[in-house]
Antibody, heavy 118, light 107 residues
Framework: QMHLVESGGGVVQPGGSLRLSCAAS????????VHWVRQAPGKGLEWVAF????????DYGDSVEGRFTISRDNSKNMLSLQLSSLRPEDTAMYYC????????????WGQGTMVTVS | DIQMTQTPSSLPASVGDRVTITCRAS??????LSWYQQIPGKAPKFLIY???SLQSGVPSRFRGGGSGTEFTLTISSLQPEDFATYYC?????????FGPGTKVEIK
């Protein structure tokens, strides 16, 4: 069965940095594009970033462009999201999710990792 | 950016009810529309893509429809495990945007 597991969340001061990881089990992540989606406490879902299966293309939401960087290491079956210049409004649960090919939809989700900027 | 809206924001219902949620896009998105279910404290679950294609393993009581700017999610006979918040999401153009959610709650 396909599973994703996020890690690396925590409490960080405004202006600080954090690196989130997303690891796959039960399947090879190298065959999938991967998104990050976040959810502020009590709020809705917001798409954050995307990386193509081979790392050749990345895309970011307007609110994180220039501050967050998505990358992947297919040899380790995992990927990362580097968060920099963090703001209180970046406080959220961060989920990684596989991309449903050709549909830009979010198929398999991890359980999330919480980031608090305070 | 494409804006997504959902109505209603809250939907009181009972087990066995037929419920319908409407999602509208600020411009035509053809059939590039997905639906997700989220139970409090859990990650979202992928239900439907391409406006009406059911993801593997999703019960057939869930049905999606629509195209262009107006879409619907219908649950034909609400089950106890269906009380949750439902989000639509457009995958027509980046940035990929979600609706604000519809909470289906116990009447």
């Amino acid at each position: 069965q396909m599973h994703l597991v996020e890690s690396g969340g925590g409490v960080v001061q405004p202006g600080g940095s954090l690196r989130l990881s997303c690891a796959a089990s039960g399947f090879s992540l190298k065959n999938y594009g991967v998104h990050w989606v976040r959810q502020a406490p009590g709020k809705g879902l917001e798409w954050v970033a995307f990386i193509r299966f081979d790392g050749s293309k990345t895309d970011y939401g307007d609110s994180v462009e220039g501050r967050f960087t998505i990358s992947r290491d297919n040899s380790k079956n995992m990927l990362s999201l580097q968060l920099s210049s963090l703001r209180p409004e970046d406080t959220a649960m961060y989920y990684c999710a596989t991309d449903l090919y050709n549909w830009n939809a979010f198929e398999v989700w991890g359980q999330g990792t919480m980031v608090t900027v305070s | 950016d494409i804006q997504m809206t959902q109505t209603p924001s809250s939907l009181p219902a009972s087990v066995g009810d037929r419920v319908t949620i409407t999602c509208r896009a600020s411009q035509s998105i053809s059939r590039f529309l997905s639906w997700y279910q989220q139970i409090p404290g859990k990650a979202p679950k992928f239900l439907i893509y391409g406006a009406s294609s059911l993801q593997s393993g999703v019960p057939s009581r869930f049905r999606g429809g629509g195209s262009g700017t107006e879409f619907t999610l219908t649950i034909s006979s609400l089950q106890p495990e269906d009380f949750a918040t439902y989000y639509c999401q457009q995958s027509y153009s980046s940035p990929w945007t979600f609706g604000p959610g519809t909470k289906v709650e116990i009447k």
